[in-house]
């Protein structure tokens, strides 16, 4: 099934199976002997299960001999370190919890398994996961496979780095702070940021808390696929809420895509931040976009004054974003922080200061940001009854060199020849993920020095289906992934 420059979809892979030209065992084969031969550059896959996935595969290919067919039956995947897997360490990359090792499966990797697929190993991880690179003390450093010098992404960098490597068909990872999108722009894969809480996460949590269910403020769990079928394949299977708060017996209906045709989608195109620039690779990505829609007779507006303020939005985004970080923190960095906050002058209104303020948020000033997001939540309502989507960067440039500054606060990001501070490259992601907007992820070609280039596409809330076909449909325009060469 694979070859050097092809590796199938999920999609493809069940077509075959179903049509008797491969099994599971044999494609599950393939994938072990592609880990332990090409992931040695690559050190994607941190945590290996082989021997419980051939006896899946077989498990799958009896099951398909008997008649059944369900929706991943026998599909190879990955699963993003940070998920529950019963029997193997959940780390989130800390060294105080190498030897963590829970008892029973994440509801996605629950649902994994009852759709039938194939779970190889885990994908490595940043510590704590939070970096937009994937290293730890404990698995090493994940290499991007476009560049070994620069990173795959994170926190699900090694789920980026797996799927672009012809490693599994499918992956599942989370997204705080671009953690889906982000490699998927680096890697050149697709990946989707559903609503908040439309799939349930118990299960996805640092060790050593137990798995409850519980609703996150920000944070979703979400599918990652080399095509957009496949993505849209993957989230029917993770979609709908925890069975422990809302019973077994609940069917959650998404609503479908409101246009199956390029031309009647309206499409609002965004590639300027008042934040941070947008490099010149990604701006770019975001232009071959916005041409294929106009090309093929969509409504594109470049300008609305129905979008909520960007750098509100930002400055939301990051308050809302570091308080819950930092809730943990020892009382006495607390303390330090709120003498840090206080020396703020008034009228600093940059982002490292919003950062800093939302350190030190006491729950009156938390309610207050929250009733600020509705706002924005209301203003978007009121953009998408004119628009279906939204195209903007994941981040403004490509994949970056490695860089293990243990300080975030001290790395800059170059962008165009110039530096800029670490965290500012996190408006684009934030702004799905403040108000919990659906978020699709694609391949929009390469930069100069053959890196790629994604673009997200925003959607309304709980139509997750609209940005999902908007992307399949410019795959078949522009096209899609392509293998590393």
């Keep these: 099934m694979f070859t050097e420059r092809h590796f199938p979809t999920a999609e493809e892979l069940m077509a075959a199976m179903r049509a008797g030209e491969v099994t599971s065992v044999e494609l599950t084969d393939e994938a072990i ?13 941190c945590v290996p299960d082989f021997d419980r996935a051939r006896a899946a595969a077989h498990r799958a290919d009896q099951a398909r001999a008997r008649g059944e067919d369900r929706p991943l ?10 998920y529950d897997v019963a029997g193997l360490p959940t780390t989130w990359g800390m060294p105080t919890y190498r030897d963590f090792v829970p008892e029973e499966d994440a509801v996605q990797v629950s649902r994994l398994r009852a759709a039938g697929a194939v779970v190889l190993g885990k994908t490595n991880v940043p510590v704590g996961l939070q970096d937009w690179q994937s290293f730890n003390e404990i698995y090493g450093t994940t290499n991007n496979p476009w560049d070994h010098g620069r990173t795959p992404g994170g926190s699900s960098g090694g789920s980026a780095a797996a799927l672009a490597s012809g490693i599994g068909a499918l992956s599942i990872g989370s997204d705080l702070a671009g953690s889906l999108r982000t490699p998927a722009h680096f890697c050149g894969i697709y990946a989707h940021k559903p609503t908040v809480g439309l799939a349930a996460t118990r299960g996805m949590i640092a060790p050593p808390a137990p798995p409850l269910p519980v609703d996150l403020d920000l944070a979703v769990v979400g599918p990652m696929a080399r095509s957009a079928r496949d993505l849209a394949l993957l989230l029917d299977v993770m979609a709908g809420p925890d069975p422990l708060t809302h019973g077994v017996a609940y069917d959650l209906k998404l609503p479908p895509a409101r246009h199956q045709r390029l031309n009647d989608f309206r499409v609002l195109v965004i590639d300027e931040h008042p934040i941070v620039p947008t490099g010149s690779a990604v701006r770019a990505g975001v232009n071959r976009v916005a041409d294929a829609l106009v090309d093929s007779g969509a409504r594109v507006e470049r300008h609305t004054s129905l979008l909520p303020d960007l750098t509100e939005a930002a400055t939301l985004y990051m308050q809302l974003l570091v308080s819950g970080s930092v809730a943990s923190f020892p009382i006495e960095a607390h303390e330090q922080l709120q003498v840090r906050a ?16 939302g350190m030190v948020f006491g729950h009156r000033d938390w309610i207050e940001a929250t009733t600020r997001r509705e706002l924005h939540r209301h203003g978007w309502r009121q953009l998408f009854a004119e628009f279906d989507a939204v195209v903007c960067p994941v981040a403004p440039t490509p994949a970056f060199p490695h860089d293990h500054d243990p300080d975030l606060f001290e790395r800059r990001i170059d962008i165009d020849g110039v530096g800029y501070p670490f965290f500012d490259h996190l408006v684009w992601a934030g702004l799905a993920t403040m108000p919990g907007l659906p978020a699709t992820a694609i391949p929009a070609g390469r930069s100069p020095e053959g890196l790629p280039v994604g673009v997200q596409l925003i959607g309304p809330m709980f139509e997750d289906r609209t940005p999902l076909r908007l992307a399949e449909l410019l795959e078949q325009r522009i096209g899609g992934f392509q293998a590393p060469r």
Excluded: F
């Design 33 to 45: 002997a592609r880990i332990e031969g090409d992931d040695k550059e690559i050190n994607a896959i």
């Design 73 to 82: 039956l026998g599909v190879p995947v990955t699963v993003k370190e940070s």
């Design 342 to 357: 206080a020396g703020l002058s008034a009228d600093d209104r940059s982002l490292d200061a919003a950062r800093l303020r």
